[in-house]
């Protein structure tokens, strides 16, 4: 018979809620939720008053509570009650990607300190079980290329661009009016939260270890009807896709870009909010997940998925990490790029790094198709991004 578990939920949003209702439907299962800790007292909330509280100690410091479940949303804060929770002798389970993208080898040595488990299926790809998979059944296998779709709200309001070929700003202001697009959008528009997600999934299936300012990340922000029209033209679509490349000699090639995406890849047809994660392995070839990336219930299914781990004692391997020889992160891939910028910002970008196959002047825009390495394109990044440049991998 399995232990019940005491969970002190931190977070009463769109995950929280999630759980709380899935356990409310599920009572069979052997979890309740004693205690969860939020912000705002005014806000009208499902679980009835005696739950909440305004006062994190009161979770972090009860001995009934086995474990925290972290579902908040600044990283800080949240790297906090993770790390007193710990060292308080609590189980982790956490959503938080940014926190654990920053902060994991800390994390892990805090865990590693108190005998603990951190676990965070939920973190990366939402309700697609791909953390465990990645960690457990490819613990041995090098992958080759480890990329996909990992952000719902990119991926709903480029389907919509695409679909009734509206411009960015009205994409997003739908996607705001129902729920699939954050009032701050911007680390699901800009790639950065695609990135944390790709930093956990490398981390795990490729056994690279970085930090999040190390790896380039572009995103759709500045992506415009023209941009549109020309890879409709091609007969393809624009997906926002983070890529981990295995490169010889150990090396691997970790970013985010937009990408030109034809017909004949699966993720041509990864539509709306939807996530697809592809894992090739080096001996078993390719491998593809989708799912539903976010959202309330998926997410909390996944948490659920790590509490009952936790019941199974289960705990990540890091396997990869444990090489004799851990791969190191590589800038030197050459990437072949369209760079579509205003022909005022001509002069404020310096294109020199670029190897440009061909150029054309197209209205108030000048497009540029060419060759360009990762470590150049990272030192052109503020400058594209000031200049209001759409930059996406053909
Ligand atoms: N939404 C998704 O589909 C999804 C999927 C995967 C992972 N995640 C991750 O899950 C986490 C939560 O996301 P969410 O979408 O549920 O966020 P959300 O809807 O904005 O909810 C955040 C919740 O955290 C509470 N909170 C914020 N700071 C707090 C603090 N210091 N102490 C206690 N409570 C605090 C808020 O309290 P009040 O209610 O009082 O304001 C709110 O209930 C984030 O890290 C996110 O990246 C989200």
């Not at 290329?145 to 952000?151: A, P, S, V």
């Not at 396997?319 to 760079?339: F, G, H, M, N, Q």
């Not at 670029?354 to 503020?382: A, C, P, T």
Request: glycine share 8%; proline share 6%; aromatic share 6%.
């Amino acid at each position: 018979m399995n232990k019940q578990l005491n969970i002190g939920l931190f977070g009463l949003g769109v995950v929280g809620s999630g759980l709380w209702d899935i356990l409310q439907e599920q009572a069979h299962q052997p979890f309740s939720i004693r205690k969860i800790g939020v912000q705002n007292p005014e806000k009208q909330r499902t679980p009835p008053a005696h739950f909440l509280t305004l006062q994190p100690e009161s979770i972090l410091e009860d001995p009934g509570i086995d474990v925290i479940v972290e579902a908040i949303t600044h990283p800080e804060e949240a790297l906090a009650l993770v790390t007193q929770a710990l060292r308080n002798g609590k189980d982790v389970i956490t959503a938080n990607k940014k926190m654990l993208a920053r902060y994991l080898p800390q994390l892990l040595k805090i865990a590693a300190e108190n005998e603990r488990t951190l676990l965070y299926e939920s973190a990366a790809c939402g309700g697609i079980p791909v953390v465990r998979t990645l960690d457990e059944y490819f613990s041995a296998e090098p992958l080759d290329k480890l990329y996909g779709i990992f952000n719902g709200t990119s991926n709903y309001l480029l389907t919509q661009m695409f679909r009734y070929q509206l411009p960015f700003a009205e994409a997003l202001k739908q996607a705001q009016e129902k729920g699939f697009a954050e009032a701050d959008p911007s680390d699901d528009v800009d790639g950065a939260d695609a990135k944390h997600k790709l930093i956990l999934l490398s981390a795990h299936g490729q056994g690279l270890w970085v930090h999040p300012d190390e790896v380039l990340h572009l995103g759709i922000r500045h992506i415009q009807p023209e941009d549109i029209a020309w890879a409709q033209q091609q007969g393809a679509t624009i997906k926002l896709v983070p890529t981990g490349k295995r490169l010889p000699d150990n090396r691997v090639a970790l970013y985010v870009i937009p990408h030109l995406v034809q017909r004949d890849n699966p993720l041509f047809h990864i539509h709306d909010e939807f996530n697809s994660v592809h894992i090739e392995g080096q001996y078993s070839g390719r491998h593809v997940l989708t799912g539903r990336g976010a959202g309330s219930k998926p997410t909390a299914s996944a948490i659920i998925a790590d509490l009952q781990g936790l019941q199974r004692r289960q705990q990540y391997r890091y396997s990869k990490k444990r090489l004799l020889s851990r791969p190191a992160l590589d800038e030197s891939l050459e990437i072949p790029v369209y760079i579509r910028l205003p022909k005022s910002a001509e002069t404020s970008v310096n294109l020199e790094s670029i190897k440009v196959d061909s150029v054309e002047i197209d209205g108030q825009n000048i497009r540029l198709e060419g060759h360009v390495r990762l470590s150049d394109l990272k030192s052109l990044r503020g400058a594209l991004h000031a200049a209001g440049a759409f930059v996406m991998q053909r």
